[in-house]
Nanobody, 114 residues
Framework: QVQLVESGGGLVQPGGSLRLSCAAS????????IGWYRQAPGKQRELVAD???????KYSDSVKGRFSISRDNTKNTVYLQMNSLKSEDTAVYYC????????WGQGTQVTVSS
């Protein structure tokens, strides 16, 4: 297993941008699919995006074209660049490892509001 710590959440206006980071511990980081889930109030957790060890990304339809996931295996870090944010992107964002996920971070709040 890997341990995951998210950072970069916060409050942003609609149309703005944020970048989330996920730092992982463990020498096997580069072998894992790493990604992001989110959970909005009253809704189930949903996949936002994940990325294979070779850098192949997968996105949910709701964020395709607006969000970009990347990873730096030398730094054991995954990034989620979020652009053109909408109020419906408001949620707690969780970093995950595995498909399906076997490890979860503690979550970071993203609030999109004017």
């Amino acid at each position: 297993q890997v341990q995951l710590v998210e950072s970069g959440g916060g409050l942003v206006q609609p149309g703005g941008s944020l970048r989330l980071s996920c730092a992982a511990s463990g020498s096997l980081f580069s072998t894992y699919i790493i990604g992001w889930y989110r959970q909005a109030p009253g809704k189930q957790r949903e996949l936002v995006a994940d990325i294979t060890r070779d850098g192949g990304p997968k996105y949910s339809d709701s964020v395709k074209g607006r969000f970009s996931i990347s990873r730096d295996n030398t730094k054991n870090t995954v990034y989620l660049q979020m652009n053109s944010l909408k109020s419906e992107d408001t949620a707690v964002y969780y970093c995950i490892a595995g498909r399906p996920p076997t490890s979860w971070g503690q979550g970071t709040q993203v609030t999109v509001s004017s």
